[in-house]
């Protein structure tokens, strides 16, 4: 004690000095100038804009972010401020004339730089917690106010953050700066050390085992804490705190050593106390590290396994037909179960031994098969054998009985994911922490178990399920009675909504009467609210504490009754039917996982009878503001409920992470009650899904880990953009068009890059997941829509409800698809072709339109016709609309869906009240990629109009029509022909660590060259789409900003054959460009200084060359016209020619379009 | 204390030597044996004296030989001595940002006086004792010189130490509190042991009960204070200020003080040769503290440079007066 209180003295008044020198308080207004605004500024959003978008309300809601962003923040303004705070602890005694008294005062060396590092390290700590304490104080005092108010922290994380992070982490990074400025003689060295020090903690985090960074660096709150399962610490995090203290301890004890003042140590006593510490530790470390590290092998040796299994059974060898028994489910402790499974050998070539996934921490204590008990059999890995010597033929059926209990390892769940961040860096998974941490969740608190973690028997190895052309989905009757504590609540399909509750344990009855392919167990003591609409149990099952937004939302609840039967009707009208009697919206824990594993890596919040809503999600969302009418007193209340319903509807529609709801619904229509199978199969799987998602819900979602996978992805600044456009706060409450973001985030160069190379059926999904994904993204949504609207809404859900009628707990193919497209008439065939198998797509041409005026309507109103010609130059079938305005118009007018075939021409008449000013077709998927613009040869001159006296032509006649043929030898940018000499914009040095490199920006490249970006200096030559420029089905050039030298000249090559000697002529195509001086333009003159028109066109440095020969070539740009321009009449033998342009000229941007070489016969 | 110390003396030097560089002896083969009471330690600049100091006080190791304070070894035992030790340096001042009191109240803690309530009491004592009361609230970097000069004693005794080391206690002070700071060590010495360094004889006071002269890095004196007046016999003398002028030149002599006006004044000098004293010379028989020190040094042939140093140091205390006073000016 007297030691203690020796040591506090020594606290005390370093304490005293910190905290009177200006450079403490100079640290203490940076974080207050960090953390504060970013609070507020979080809070200001979550409060305002929130209830708009589930993602900003997630990334804002400081109940859920104050730990990890606030204190993470603190911890490191103040960890420097440590440095800077005792960098000098060596000589501020000297200076102050001090230490030769202290030195005298009996107080040992190390009690003096252990109390000097408590009292930084307590300097360090006061304002942090003051910090934090305030804003707790702002956010209880701000609950009352309906102008502001600021989430309260979530309690868990808060004191998780004050204890456990805190204190050990700063204690820590005091006791190195000590122990520098013990070690190191030059203060400047303390400073250089101290902060290179956390430098290389950042990187050493980054770069860390993602299942090492939640115990080995300083914040165990970098995911997201949890009301509903709340989450303090655990023993390795515990464990690797006390590690970090003992190490601090030893790092004092060694600075003791170079301490000047002889203290009656046996220095080898003391390296030994201080290097055993020390080792204690790194061994401590090394205990979690080893821990982690064995729980990723277990990992690995399963998903090994499993996946040699795979490969020995590569069908689909056992179909389970029917689940049934009782599970007693006693959270957080054991979960016991009876299994009966009845099963069918499917497999035509019989099987060795009946193959089943099971949760390997799972015991298993019986196995009755056939009603013998079963002796023979393996359970290791998670792999269940039957009998693993006997055969199987094709058809038998068999009667399983199991006995097993224990708590399912959630480490057993998404072996085989495209992303395994098991095995990757912590940076790797960054981003993806922010979708939940816990594969699944067996507390007292929650049950959470999601289908993956195999908690009752699936057929098969656990892995490459989701490959479904070999592994179809297993539908299986259920029929389970769930026993639970009293005042539980099960989820789920509940055919009857019987539970009862007796001795203390409430017990429910999971029986959908359709076929499942799986099932998800979600219980906990849920506030339930439910009401019966059309037969079916709606039912919301939330957390106790998050009811709130329930009662601000029940006067609506009439108006959501009546939506929901609205969209059962839509539905039905389809033919798509709910199949189930219950359907549970559950609130799960915001720290569970939402995204699955597999190459596709889908959200898991869609579940046959339940759709999970994430705790972040419409739980904790902040509606009091947007739902307090005050203001709106113009407003009566149909308004305001209207205004409340809109904003309720899209704020579930606009989860942009896989939790929209109405999506998820529809995937009970369709999803789980057949599955696609066969060649081709996942991208028919997604087609179909998107078909039916279109159809009934008008839009189509798509979500995949993989949109959050980089650090810095496309999509999230696509949500984040998304939500800034949603402070719209008029009558109706703003909406995310999924569909936008899919075509910010999808449709870009790179995957039409990847869409060129394979067919749909031939995907690289388990090679290259990421890039399958985004192909069939961009391609199965554009092929839904073109089904949808070439064939006819009705049309098109005859085939999907057909669909469902033939193949409802079994799987369909592609001919199976085509067949009923067959039977039913509807040529599917004839709108889109073999779309899966057949890479081709169609090409489109069109002619310049003509205007003439017709006779006018039955009222005497002036009818206008627009026609053209469009010519589809491909031998694959397409789908367009022609769009066009008057120039009056605000948004564009549209056709219905035009079907045109193979390379053929049809007429389009446009009819309008005046006469039209723009028009285009708008292909779904096409060659052109983008919008094809008609040319109209007039102006909007009413007077000059030819009129004539018949009647309107019909939208769509047959044409003869041909593109005008191109003479001559013609090489533009987009053939095989022309190359740069680009440096690789793709490659980033081998040095560059993997973190940062995360954060450079790919480029987007089209057709190997990177797409030009307005503004941006190009030193490599890129592409720019544009009218202007020459092209077939795509306008497009090559441009780079001039420069360079001789040694670094950057060169394009336009390369062609000549077929036969003589005089060639040939020609230049200069495209038109954009000469407005843009914001682009001014961007660049802020960037390189001086204003740049790119407009300003020099003289081009243009080589010929062929055999050895080398012909300059001066063409003088800004003289030149647009389109075609003659560079000069050349005598050619029969060789390869080649046209190089380099990038040296006196103009700003050179273009490089398109050559052509004209025959001397012409 | 250890048992089987049989404790005599407070301070037990034995046979130290000490040096900085090789072959630069700062101490050599010093013998000393302190008890109770005030013990003054003379020497010049130079002499030693403050390595010494450091070496009981544990901050320095001897090179050879020990030390040893109340039984304890200052080496082995070095922990055991700070606990009994309280010491002001030469050279102290204090962290400047600190109240008074609060640069008292952590040393007390450090040392041990971990009870607050008679810690707090404790500081307020002796902050009385040193006449520093009525600044307690204030911080170390408003004082005056002699203010912090005072607070130095005052935390060399905030533990109530056994054994008090004081090098140079009075630089700065002025004449008053030289006379209270004298006062204070002579009080406190009756029952602790007290080694006070100095160069300023006057400052051991009519208290001081044992005195050694440390010489180039050897005790050449260690007795009773009657036995170095003692020694100054013949030494000291006085003359008519007008036969000032009769000293010849190859007498070494030191004026130490002047008594009378115009005719009648005498000028009182030690001497290192008292057959070269002219014959109207009057033998003192009653010489100071500080002539009999000088004597003593004359006696060794060092009165040169005993002046000499006492000139530097003089120089060097009104340097640092008129830098002390540019700085607060500024």
Redesign the interface.
């Known amino acids: 004690?007297?030691y203690a209180?020796?040591i506090?003295?020594?606290s005390?008044?370093e304490m005293?000095?910190a905290s009177?020198?200006a450079r403490t308080w100079l640290f203490v207004v940076i974080g207050l100038l960090i953390t504060v605004p970013a609070y507020l500024g979080s809070a200001f959003s979550h409060y305002n804009l929130g209830a708009f978008e589930p993602y900003l309300s997630m990334v804002s809601n400081v109940r859920y972010i104050f730990a990890a962003q606030i204190g993470g923040s603190l911890i490191l303004v103040y960890s420097i401020g440590i440095v800077f705070l005792a960098f000098d602890i060596r000589v501020r005694d000297k200076n102050?004339?001090?230490h030769?008294?202290?030195?005298?005062?009996?107080?040992?060396n190390f009690g003096f730089l252990l109390g000097r590092t408590l009292g930084i390290t307590f300097i360090a700590l006061l304002p942090i917690l003051v910090t934090m304490f305030l804003a707790l104080i702002i956010a209880f005092a701000t609950q009352f106010n309906v102008a502001f108010q600021v989430a309260i922290p979530q309690p868990h994380s808060f004191w998780q953050f004050i204890l456990i992070d805190l204190v050990p982490n700063i204690f820590f990074y005091a006791a190195f700066v000590v122990f520098l400025a013990m070690v190191l003689r030059f203060r400047l060295l303390v400073i250089i050390f101290g902060i290179g020090f956390m430098v290389l903690l950042f990187y050493v985090a980054a770069l860390m085992p993602y299942q090492l960074s939640d115990v080995l660096t300083w914040m165990s709150v970098q995911e997201y804490p949890s009301d509903v399962r709340p989450f303090f610490t655990n023993t390795l995090t515990l464990l690797e705190r006390l590690a970090i203290i003992v190490f601090s301890l030893g790092m004092l004890y060694l600075a003791t050593l170079a301490h000047h003042?002889?203290?009656?140590y046996v220095h080898a006593r003391v390296t030994a106390l201080g290097v055993g510490l020390v080792v204690v530790g790194c061994l401590g470390f090394y205990g979690v590290y080893l821990n982690s590290v064995n729980e990723a092998d277990d990992r690995l040796v399963w998903t090994n396994e499993h996946l040699k299994v795979d490969q020995s059974f590569p069908n689909t060898s056992l179909d389970v037909k029917e689940l049934t028994g009782s599970i007693d489910v006693n959270p957080g402790s054991i979960l016991q179960a009876q299994y009966s499974l009845s099963v069918e050998v499917i497999d035509t070539n019989g099987t060795e031994g009946l193959l089943f996934s099971f949760n390997p921490a799972m015991d298993i204590e019986e196995i009755r098969l056939d009603g013998s008990t079963l002796q023979d059999f393996e359970f290791e890995n998670g792999l269940l054998v039957l009998n693993p010597k006997t055969f199987y033929p094709i058809g038998s059926k068999h009667e399983i009985e199991l006995v097993a209990e224990g708590v399912p390892d959630e480490l057993f769940q998404y072996l085989d994911s495209g992303i395994d961040l098991y095995g990757n860096t912590a940076f790797t998974g960054i981003n993806l922490r922010l979708l939940g941490q816990f594969n699944s969740i067996f507390t007292s608190d929650v049950v959470a178990l999601p289908p993956d973690a195999a908690w009752y028997p699936q057929a098969g190895p656990h892995v490459n399920r989701d490959q479904i052309t070999r592994r179809p989905r297993d539908f299986f009757t259920v029929d389970l009675q769930i026993n639970l504590p009293e005042d539980w609540v099960v989820a789920g399909p509940r055919e009857q909504n019987s539970s009862l509750s007796q001795g203390g344990v409430a017990s429910y009855r999971i029986n959908p009467k359709i076929p499942v392919p799986s099932l998800a167990l979600v219980a906990d003591e849920f506030h339930r609210v439910a009401a019966e609409i059309e037969g079916i149990t709606f039912e919301l099952l939330f957390h106790p504490k998050h009811t709130k937004n329930l009662a601000i939302f029940a006067d609506l609840k009439d108006e959501i009754v009546r939506d929901i039967e609205e969209r059962l009707r839509t539905a039905a009208r389809f033919g798509l039917d709910y199949p189930f009697s219950t359907l549970s919206l559950v609130e799960v824990p915001a720290n569970l996982k939402i995204f699955g594993g597999g190459w596709r890596m889908d959200t898991v919040q869609s579940q046959p009878g339940i759709l999970f809503m994430r705790e972040l999600n419409f739980p904790t969302t902040s509606f009091v503001k947007q739902t307090n009418f005050e203001n709106r007193t113009e407003w009566d209340e149909e308004t305001q409920k209207e205004y409340k319903f809109g904003l309720l509807e899209s704020f579930l529609r606009n989860d942009l992470l896989g939790g929209n709801i109405f999506l998820g619904f529809v995937r009970n229509l369709f999803v789980f009650q057949t599955g696609a199978t066969g060649s081709g199969a996942e991208a028919l799987d997604f087609t179909v899904e998107a078909l039916v998602n279109q159809l009934v819900v008008g839009d189509s979602g798509f979500f995949s880990a993989y949109m959050m996978a980089d650090a810095n992805p496309t999509g999230q600044g696509t949500f984040l953009s998304s939500s800034t456009q949603a402070t719209y706060t008029g009558r109706q409450a703003p909406t995310v068009s999924t569909s936008r973001v899919r075509e910010m985030v999808f449709n870009t160069n790179s995957t039409w890059e990847s869409a060129m190379d394979y067919p749909l059926n031939k995907l690289p999904f388990s090679e290259d997941p990421g890039t399958s994904l985004k192909v069939l993204e961009m391609k199965g949504n554009k092929l839904a829509s073109a089904i949808i609207d070439g064939l006819g809404k009705e049309e098109a859900g005859e085939i999907v409800s057909h669909l469902i009628k033939q193949h409802q707990g079994t799987s369909y193919t592609y001919d199976d698809l085509r067949q009923i497209s067959a039977d039913l008439e509807i040529p599917i065939d004839q709108v889109v072709g073999d779309w899966l198998n057949d890479i081709k797509l169609p090409g489109y041409l069109v002619s310049s339109g003509s205007i003439v005026r017709v006779s006018d309507d039955a009222s005497n109103q002036p009818r206008y016709q627009t026609s053209f010609h469009l010519h589809n130059g491909e031998d694959v079938p397409g789908v367009v609309t022609a769009w066009y305005t008057t120039g009056s118009q605000e948004v564009n007018s549209q056709t219905n869906a035009i079907t045109i075939p193979p390379e053929s021409s049809i007429r389009i008449n446009l009819i309008s009240q005046d006469p039209l000013t723009e028009v285009g077709v708008q292909p779904y998927l096409s060659l052109n990629r983008d919008s094809i613009p008609v040319r109209l040869g007039r102006k909007t001159d009413d007077q000059s109009i030819e009129q004539v006296s018949e009647g309107p032509r019909p939208l769509v006649e047959s044409s003869n029509w041909m593109p005008p043929e191109q003479t001559g030898i013609i090489v533009d940018d987009l053939d095989e022909g022309f190359s740069t000499d680009n440096p690789d914009l793709d490659v980033i040095p081998e040095w560059v660590p993997n973190f940062v490199k995360a954060f450079i920006p790919k480029p987007d490249i089209d057709q190997k060259l990177p797409v030009h970006r307005s503004g941006a200096i190009g030193y490599a030559w890129a592409r720019e789409t544009t009218e202007g420029a020459f092209g077939t089905y795509r306008r497009t050039t090559a441009r780079i900003d001039s420069g360079g030298t001789e040694s670094t000249a950057v060169y394009c090559y336009f390369k062609t054959e000549i077929p036969m000697p003589g005089t060639w002529k040939l020609d230049f195509y200069l495209p038109e460009a954009n000469f407005n001086k843009t914001e682009a333009m001014k961007l660049r003159k802020a960037m390189v200084g001086e204003w740049r028109d790119t407009a300003n066109q020099g003289i081009y440095g243009i080589t010929l060359q062929f055999l050895d020969q080398e012909h300059e070539i001066e063409f003088d740009a800004s003289v030149g016209s647009q389109g075609w321009n003659q560079l000069g009449e050349f005598e050619l033998p029969v060789a390869p020619v080649t046209v190089r342009i380099s990038n040296k000229s006196d103009g700003d941007t050179l273009f490089a379009d398109a050559i052509r070489w004209t025959p001397p016969a012409s | 204390m250890p048992s089987d110390v049989v404790v005599e003396s407070s301070i037990e030097i034995d046979h130290i030597t000490h040096f900085y560089k090789k072959n630069q002896n700062i101490l050599e083969d010093v013998n000393l044996s302190l008890g109770t009471g005030l013990f003054g330690l003379l020497g010049a600049n130079g002499a030693g004296k403050s390595t010494l100091m450091r070496i009981i006080c544990t901050l320095l190791v001897p090179k050879e030989g020990s030390a040893r304070v109340c039984g304890y070894d200052v080496v082995k035992d070095c922990r055991q001595v700070r606990e009994l030790i309280g010491y002001l340096p030469q050279e102290f001042s204090a962290w400047r940002l600190h109240r008074v009191e609060e640069v008292l109240d952590t040393l007390a803690q450090i040392s041990g006086m971990t009870n607050k309530k008679i810690r707090r009491a404790r500081v307020a004592e002796v902050l009385e004792s040193v006449g520093l009361d009525a600044v307690a609230d204030r911080k170390v970097k408003k004082l005056s010189g002699g203010m912090v000069r005072r607070l130095g004693v005052a935390q060399a005794l905030v533990h109530e130490p056994q054994v008090l080391i004081v090098d140079e206690p009075t630089v700065g002070l002025d004449p008053e509190e030289r006379m209270r700071f004298r006062q204070l060590m002579t009080q406190l010495g009756r029952d602790r042991t007290i080694l006070l360094s100095t160069h300023i004889v006057a400052d051991l006071g009519s208290g001081v009960s044992q005195i050694a002269i440390l010489d180039d890095g050897n005790i050449s004196f260690q007795g009773e204070p009657t036995e170095l007046l003692n020694r100054a016999q013949d030494f000291v003398y006085r003359i008519p200020s007008s036969e000032e002028g009769l000293l010849s030149d190859e007498l070494d002599f030191e004026i130490v003080s002047r008594e009378g006006f115009d005719q009648d004044a005498t000028v009182r000098v030690v001497v290192d040769d008292p057959d070269a004293v002219p014959s109207s010379a009057e033998k003192v028989n009653d010489p100071s503290l500080e002539e009999a020190y000088l004597a003593f040094m004359a006696a060794r042939g060092k009165l040169s440079t005993a002046r000499q140093i006492e000139e530097e140091l003089d120089a060097k205390a009104k340097k640092k007066q008129e830098r002390m006073k540019l700085k607060k000016l500024r």
């Open positions: 004690m007297d209180a020796r506090w003295g020594v005390l008044s005293r000095s009177r020198l102050a004339r001090m030769e008294v202290l030195e005298s005062r009996p107080i040992d003042r002889h203290d009656g």
